[in-house]
């Protein structure tokens, strides 16, 4: 069953792929306009060699499909007409790139680095103090346009009518649920319901609930659970809930950040959660691994799952699902109207070390860069999922509404200094926790925190 789910994804994605570069002109030269200075001449980048810096990338691979084909000759056509190269490199790992980026923007350097980042206290702090260079002063970058739009980071990185980082493109789809069609098939449910819910706008807290209470059995009746409803990293769906209901642990508006813990629509959300998990959370055996909910899942152990897209992708712990296996968007709270996704792309940022006219040359290369080639300007790579273990609906209706605009927001709790969600509040919301204990013990933490962000 999974090698058919394998091949039939694959078949729609390349039929879909075929009928884009049918459809789209080739990159030629006469596709784009060239940007000219005041002499009317190509812009000379004077022969820079930008890299841009992560802590993932290896060697370039080939191209394996009509797009990457094209944007890699798009991006061989740039570097000429305006005399640059540009790579992306790992040089930074996963832990150590906030404080080299500090120790990079505090001290200088002779390099033309962009950088991408993550969300870390140590980045708002390097914003607030001076570290970051002002993008929005820059005018070879205009954040109105579909590309920057599409992921609103740039919103989640200004302070005022500044802008310290940005991203280009579609989003990373995050959290979504997981449901096992033969368990679902076995206490009478069709699956194919939630897919239809999802797209009606009736996939809600109560239609996930009824759900899990439907599945949940004692099959041999000896008085133990056998399935349960659902299986979890419970921080996972505690954040994904309070953003389902229009709620938010730290909010921001024109005059900064705010405390919204106690908001109606958080606490509502916490409360919920609370009570999903008492009722259907499969316990962990005593001396579990604090992951043992995949082993959970992938044993037919729990029916429903909250989890991030990665999860069903090439090389994570899903590959070795045997069941065949949906997902959706996570359900809307009562104070949503449609579906919502947090999204968490990485910021990307120049050091504020550089002067205005180096600023300017890697804002105007990296903008180039990350454009799309002619005929692809809305394309939507979805080849990822195809080649993991999603069914067909997974792939055409929940990860492109994932990676939808209107589908998507960002969160500040990651920007605040001293505030760790998990170890201070979220991995303590679980079964039978007591929401007013746990919020009154961080309440004036988190406001002093906030209020220091503030200065």
Not at 13 to 35: G, K, N, P, R
Not at 133 to 142: I, K
Not at 392 to 401: F, G, L, N, S, V
Not at 420 to 442: C, D, K, R, T, Y
Request: overall charge negative; aromatic content about 14%; glycine content about 6%.
């Amino acid at each position: 069953m999974r090698q058919k789910m394998f091949t039939k994804a694959l078949l729609a994605i390349t039929a879909a792929a075929m009928v884009m570069s049918a459809s789209a002109v080739m990159a030629d030269e006469e596709d784009y306009t060239v940007i000219t200075d005041e002499n009317g001449d190509p812009i000379d980048l004077g022969g820079m060699d930008i890299v841009i810096r992560d802590w993932w990338s290896g060697d370039p691979a080939e191209p394996t499909n009509d797009y990457e084909e094209a944007r890699d000759e798009y991006r061989e056509w740039i570097q000429e007409t305006y005399n640059f190269t540009i790579s992306q490199q790992a040089i930074s790992d996963w832990t150590s790139t906030p404080a080299d980026f500090v120790d990079y923007a505090t001290t200088g350097g002779d390099e033309n680095y962009i950088w991408i980042l993550r969300d870390d206290p140590a980045i708002t702090s390097a914003l607030s103090s001076g570290l970051m260079y002002d993008l929005a002063t820059l005018d070879c970058l205009d954040f109105s346009l579909p590309k920057f739009q599409r992921n609103k980071l740039h919103e989640q990185y200004a302070k005022g009518d500044s802008i310290y980082a940005m991203y280009a493109g579609y989003s990373e789809p995050r959290t979504g649920v997981y449901f096992n069609k033969r368990l679902l098939n076995d206490a009478g449910i069709d699956p194919e319901t939630i897919y239809d819910m999802q797209a009606d706008g009736t996939w809600t807290w109560d239609a996930f609930e009824e759900m899990m209470a439907a599945v949940q059995r004692d099959i041999d009746n000896d008085g133990v659970i056998d399935i349960y409803g659902l299986t979890l990293n419970e921080g996972n769906m505690t954040t994904i809930a309070v953003f389902s209901n229009n709620g938010s642990y730290i909010g921001k508006n024109d005059d900064g950040y705010f405390y919204n813990l106690e908001s109606p629509e958080t606490l509502e959300a916490l409360e919920w959660t609370v009570d999903m998990f008492t009722k259907y959370d499969l316990p962990d055996p005593e001396g579990a691994e604090w992951d043992y909910y995949k082993e959970a899942f992938i044993n037919g152990q729990a029916a429903f799952m909250v989890e991030d897209e990665y999860a069903g992708t090439p090389g994570n712990f899903l590959q070795d699902m045997e069941d065949e296996v949906g997902f959706v968007m996570f359900p809307k709270g009562p104070q949503r109207d449609d579906y919502i996704n947090v999204w968490s792309n990485n910021p990307v940022a120049i050091p504020a070390c550089y002067d205005a006219d180096k600023a300017w040359k890697l804002a105007f290369a990296w903008n180039l860069y990350t454009d799309q080639p002619a005929g692809y300007e809305d394309y939507m790579d979805l080849s990822n999922a195809a080649a993991g273990i999603f069914d067909m609906r997974a792939i055409d209706e929940t990860i492109p509404m994932m990676m939808d605009e209107d589908h998507g927001t960002v969160a500040y709790h990651g920007l605040i200094p001293n505030l760790s969600l998990g170890e201070q509040f979220v991995w303590n919301i679980a079964p039978g926790s007591v929401v007013s204990e746990q919020v009154e013990a961080i309440r004036d933490t988190w406001k002093a925190y906030v209020d220091e962000a503030n200065k």
